[in-house]
């Protein structure tokens, strides 16, 4: 009998981000050290049927297949849920281990919730003295009037899916449609000018937080949206060229937030950094997770190796557990 520690690594999953967590779930499964884990891998079809390894059907339907799903994942030691978006990375999977007493990696159900809605974001980040762009909640009834320079964005969606600068009049109805196409409540922001900058946080099972070296994107057209996300073009700098009093207050600002939401695990706090400071972008509880992803660089950078990373998620899920509360072996 194998003595290695049985990794559940969850990807695929019921939105526009199937093929992203597809990746990430492959990706984690190929890094996860072979000597200490054994990496058991499950996939979650677009009409929400699971299949386990090899592709396996483990039901005719969605609800047959969750159930033979809970069955092989109890046979698990830890669940490592990297499906992004709706569906998975707010809060569903989260809470459906919960539900069946299985350890996982990652926010509880509330954290994922909160964060993967963006205006419920904003409102906890204010709260908390964390600057966001201006900006109002529109829904399929309400009338919007352009009065310059906006983004679109659907309120739970990642990936950028959805999202459009509008700079004309023309463009703000066709980018309204495309975002109420993947949700019924859309965010309508002030554009802000600043520089992007992503802080990684990451739970340390030994207690505390640790904060990876903040990551810069540069983008030539300004927006970076999903076809930068993934086509090449935009260029990661990290670490981020900032003052120490710049990285301070974007570090500060990522924390209150990060312990406000109530996150866990890891998550990716995004911000533009305006001549006034820090203005929160967006919060992602489960970020992309391949080695080439934003918060795997930024930790490389700091020294973790992306198998590292990944053994210490999996140490978190496991220490936060009720059901396990001391380290992995």
Known sequence: MSDRIRVAVVGGGQNVEHDVSLSSSAAARAALDPARYEAVGFTIGRDGTWMGPDDRPLGSSPADSLAGALRELAACDVVLPLVHGPHGEDGALAALCELAGLP??????????????????????????????????????????????????PVAAGSSFGVRLVETEAELAPALRAALELDDRVLVEQVVSGREIDVAVLDDPAGGVRIGPPLEIVVDDGLFDTATKYDG??????????????????????????????????????????????????????????????????????????????????????????RLPVALP
Do not use: H, I
């Not at 990652?106 to 201006?134: F, H, I, N, Y």
């Not at 820090?278 to 080439?292: C, D, K, R, S």
């Open 233 to 322: 073009c935009a260029t990661f700098v990290v670490p981020a060229r900032l003052t120490d009093t710049e990285t301070k207050a974007l570090t500060d600002a990522a924390l209150r937030v990060y312990e406000a939401l109530g996150c866990r695990g890891v998550a990716r706090v995004d911000f533009f950094l305006t001549a006034g400071g820090p203005v929160l972008n967006e919060v992602n509880t489960m970020p992309g997770m391949t080695a080439q992803s934003q918060v795997p660089k930024m930790f490389a950078v700091d020294g973790l190796t992306y198998p590292e990373l990944l053994d210490q998620l999996v140490q978190s899920g496991w220490t936060c557990s009720r």
């Open 104 to 153: 996982y990696v990652g926010s509880p159900p509330r954290a994922g919730a909160l964060a993967m809605d963006k205006w419920a974001t904003k409102l906890v980040a204010e709260a908390v003295g964390v600057r966001t762009a201006p900006g109002r909640l529109v829904t399929r009834t309400d009338t919007v009037v352009f009065d310059g320079p906006v983004v679109v964005k």
